[in-house]
């Protein structure tokens, strides 16, 4: 490498940060002033790279490429206008939870939308006419859009500066993100101020994506990657800061660069290419600005935002029925075997919806009775799986040191990672773990030749006498009885007591001489090395074990599954897991368009029950007890 | 010695320096009175010697050590208990366990052991909410009491270390006038009788001139008036403070809330 190539890299390096830059702006516009985290940015930037390529290759030529990028970043704001009246403007007020979960279920029925319009297959866009060239710089070839990117950004940083500097909108926006209260005091008609918001930052993000068509084929992967590298960027730079955004994006983009100019360099004797760490840099600089600057480089101390969940109701003991009702569960399990001699697939399931249960109890327990709403807890349970898998791939490893390592791997990562969650909250907090489960998945899919890479570890079976299925189904039916009744102990244990009160009031938490940081840390460690456990066991109970199993979509549907059973039960990441995993089962494996369905149901969880299954029944029954 | 000794303590936020140079000392088993206009800084001063916020300069002394800039748990260990001006118990929690918790706390429990918390130190819970009057409300959960009961609920988690010292932020603010004088009856008595010395804010001039045992008064950070009742009632500058003019006491406690 040299100091040449190496700047060249970074004159590169800013074309990217350009691209960034469009989404996060968007993103940190709309947090600003609506306080919600739209997950869907990212999905409205993807919409933005399929219609720039569809309307770039059905009229060609400079009109229809230049014109379709226009046209584009205006249908995409408009698109972002019905989807703040239809649904945003309903949860406003809603918790925090819910909103995120809200803006992730678009995700999932945009991606099956692009899917059903534009197929499976990339969508290749033609090329910038007028900027197919390359201009020499440092003695390589920059492409000339490369150059055209890197001086769009800045110029549209520019123009928002400016427009939020000089126009009333702007001076709107700013008051708004500065003080929320202070915006319906002032008179304004807050509901088109919040549309007008959402419109343009939908706007910019179909432009980025727009742009983006000359230099990438339209994917269906791309709504999720560009919403976390738009997060990070948000992030570091600073929530609602757009000045903070572009340098963020900059330092992002220039970081990764630095590690695809450095290449495979060998540090004390052993090569390491650090190209390979592209996707963990920038999770890296979030983290270190996060521990820094907690509000990142640019951003304010938010105002913090009443809980507007309904108070929960003290903890009480188990009544009898529910006593019966759990020993029943206990003789079930323990009968199911018998009934797999004519339904063999009965265990399969059982041992689907045990895991479950087991994964959705450990995240409940830090997100209900700690208030850490984790966005990441399949970083856990990942880490359980590979901490089994490898063992058993490397070392070729019995079953019970599997499982006796996924728990501690797990628990290492929770106690690493944890130590970094606890320090924020709300948001900040959602977005860190779904960092950190990001990191967990690039290590798993981009560090080949340890953990097989995309392909994952094949042939992690479980050893005798648990290699009969109804064995292993009782092992797992154990193991699950004894976490989740684990968690439960602790919940009603002064520790779970001092997390709860560390949730409720930090304030008097601490003036009571509770170390709420440290009580929470354990908590996030506990809950991890749970979601190991599970983690192991699936593993042998897949045989196999890849990146794909423990990405994104396992945290949501953890988060889905707690949801779904009540955040404010005990028995409600139970019931709600079990619904979840037949649910799966049965109804998503007849569809193709699964994503479109499971965000419907998270829609009409958010709007509809927002108490979930067993909260929804706790309430009538006190309706009927107490008319 | 002094329970509490105060020096040259400040404290601004952005521009507006909202403690300014501060200095005062609790007696022991002294009840003394913060008092001062809305903004003086006068819930400014409790956070920096419970440890909510670090001062900017100056000392803080509590049983002879310096506490300035310690967090507040460490402080709460030492025996500094505390009452907020806004209220804050743990909501999801029943009125009993919310003092429970603080026992367990006290008595270094919170990591310690697998028992549910529902029969541990209850029975010294319940006396507590006894003493302040509570007793009946154990079992209800904390967030459906009214306000005035909040703020018992708040004074009972704070005996629950059985601190030395007390700072007890507007403990009345938001009771009716007949409430807020069996309140503070009662707090007295209470911390007389285990010799606890309390500093706080009240903005009821007819509490505060019949219950403390001495006044310091505060006025945009300033400290300008040290005495008992008839002292601060006839200091000029007191006067000036509350009414621009020099008008007597009396009519403002009307306009109170
Ligand atoms: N966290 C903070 N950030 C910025 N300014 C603050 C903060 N806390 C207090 N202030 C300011 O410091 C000054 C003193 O506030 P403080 O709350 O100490 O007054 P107070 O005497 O308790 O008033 P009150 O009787 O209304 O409770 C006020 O001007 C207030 O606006
Ligand atoms: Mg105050």
């Known amino acids: ?627 | 010695m002094n329970t509490l000794e105060i020096a040259n303590l400040s404290k601004s936020f952005g521009g507006v320096r909202a403690v300014d140079a501060v200095t005062f000392a609790v007696r022991p088993g002294e009840f003394l009175a913060l008092i001062g206009p809305n903004g003086a800084g006068k819930s400014t001063c409790f956070n920096m010697i419970n440890g909510q916020l670090a001062p900017d300069s100056g000392s803080i002394r509590f049983a002879d050590r310096e506490i300035a800039g310690l967090p507040s748990r460490m402080i709460w260990q030492l025996g500094v208990g505390r009452t907020f001006q806004v209220a804050a118990t743990f909501v999801s929690m029943t009125v009993v366990e919310n003092v429970q918790l603080a026992l367990l706390s006290h008595a270094g429990e919170i990591f310690r052991g697998w028992r549910p918390v529902a029969r541990r130190h209850r029975e010294r819970a319940l006396e507590l909410l006894g003493e302040v009057g509570m007793r009946e409300a154990a079992e209800r959960a904390s967030r459906e009491l009214a306000y005035g009961d909040i703020k018992r609920l708040e004074f009972a988690i704070a005996l629950a270390s059985a601190p030395k010292l007390l700072l007890m932020d507007e403990p009345t603010a938001g009771m009716a006038p007949r409430e807020r004088t069996d309140l503070i009856t009662l707090v007295k008595r209470l911390v007389v009788e285990r010799g606890i010395s309390v500093l706080f804010t009240e903005h009821s001039m007819d509490v505060v001139f019949a219950f403390a045992d001495r006044i310091i008064v505060l006025a945009r950070g300033k400290l300008i008036a040290d005495g008992d009742a008839k002292a601060v009632r006839e200091n000029a500058l007191v006067q000036q403070v509350y009414f621009g003019t020099g008008k007597s006491f009396e009519r403002k406690r009307e306009l109170l809330p």
């Open chain 1, 1 to 627: 490498m040299t100091v040449q190539s190496l700047l060249f890299q970074a004159i590169d390096g800013l074309a990217a940060a350009s691209g960034l830059f469009f989404v996060a702006a968007g993103l940190s516009l709309i947090f600003g002033v609506t306080r919600i985290v739209n997950i869907a940015h990212g999905s409205l930037y993807m919409l933005g790279t399929y219609v720039a390529a569809t309307i770039a290759l059905r009229f060609e030529g400079a009109l229809g490429f230049w014109g379709g990028v226009i046209l584009t970043a205006a249908l995409i704001g408009l698109f972002g206008a019905v989807i703040e009246i239809v649904l945003l403007r309903r949860i406003y007020r809603a918790p925090e939870l819910f909103q995120l979960l809200a803006t992730f279920a678009l995700v999932l029925i945009i991606n099956d939308a692009a899917l059903w319009i534009w197929g499976p297959e990339d969508l290749l866009g033609p090329r910038a006419p007028g900027l197919r060239g390359a201009i020499e710089v440092l003695g390589r070839r920059l492409p000339t859009y490369n150059v055209f990117l890197i001086v769009i950004g800045p110029l549209v940083l520019l123009i928002l500066h400016l427009a939020l500097a000089k126009t009333r909108f702007g001076r709107l926006v700013r008051a708004a993100t500065q003080d929320r209260e202070m915006v319906g005091a002032l008179g304004v008609n807050q509901g088109l101020l919040f549309t007008s918001v959402f419109a343009l930052g939908s706007l910019l993000a179909g432009l980025g994506g727009a742009l983006q068509v000359a230099r990438e084929p339209a994917s269906l992967l791309t709504d999720l990657i560009v919403i976390s590298d738009a997060f990070v960027v948000v992030v570091v730079g600073g929530m609602g800061s757009i000045t903070g955004a572009y340098l963020a994006a900059v330092i992002i983009a220039e970081v990764k660069a630095l590690c695809i100019s450095i290449g495979t360099a060998s540090i004390a004797g052993v090569a390491f290419n650090f190209s390979k760490l592209t996707l963990v840099a920038e999770f890296l600089v979030m983290a270190v600005v996060l521990i820094v600057r907690p509000h990142g480089l640019l951003g304010r101390r938010q105002t913090v935002m009443r809980s507007l969940a309904e108070p929960e109701e003290p903890l009480r003991p188990a009544p009898a029925a529910l006593k019966a009702v759990g020993a029943g569960v206990v003789v079930a399990l323990a009968l199911t075997p018998l009934l797999a001699r004519s339904q063999p697939y009965v265990l399969v399931l059982g041992i689907d919806v045990l895991l479950m249960v087991l994964f959705a109890t450990s995240l409940h327990f830090i997100m209900g009775p700690g208030g850490m709403h984790s966005f990441g807890h399949a970083a856990y349970f990942g880490l359980g799986a590979y901490g089994a898998g490898l063992l058993v791939k490397w070392f070729a490893a019995t079953m019970p040191f599997g499982l006796v390592a996924a728990p501690i791997l797990a628990l290492l990562g929770a106690l690493l990672f944890g130590w970094f969650a606890v320090r924020l909250s709300g948001v900040y907090l959602a977005m860190l773990t779904l960092a950190f489960a990001q990191i967990v998945w690039s290590i798993a899919t981009q560090w080949g030749e340890l953990t097989g890479g995309s392909n994952g570890i094949l042939g992690i079976w479980p050893s005798a006498p648990f290699d009969i299925r109804s064995a292993f189904f009782l092992l797992t039916a154990a193991l699950t009885l004894l976490g989740v009744l684990l968690l439960r102990r602790l919940l009603f244990a002064p520790f779970g007591y001092a997390m709860r009160a560390g949730r409720d009031s930090q304030l008097r938490a601490e003036a009571i001489g509770i170390d709420v940081r440290r009580v929470h840390w354990i908590g996030f460690a506990i809950a991890g090395a749970v979601a190991g456990v599970a983690g192991g066991l699936f593993a042998f109970a897949k045989g196999s074990i890849s990146p794909e199993t423990i990405d994104v979509g396992r945290s949501i549907d953890a988060l889905v599954m707690v949801l779904l059973g009540g955040i404010q039960t005990l028995t409600g990441p139970i019931v709600g897991a079990s619904v979840f995993a037949v649910l799966q089962d049965t109804v998503m494996r007849q569809t193709e368009y699964w994503r479109a369905l499971l965000g419907a149901i998270i829609l009409a969880l958010v709007l509809l029950f927002p108490a979930g299954i067993v909260g929804g029944l706790a309430r009538l029954r006190l309706r009927l007890v107490r008319p």
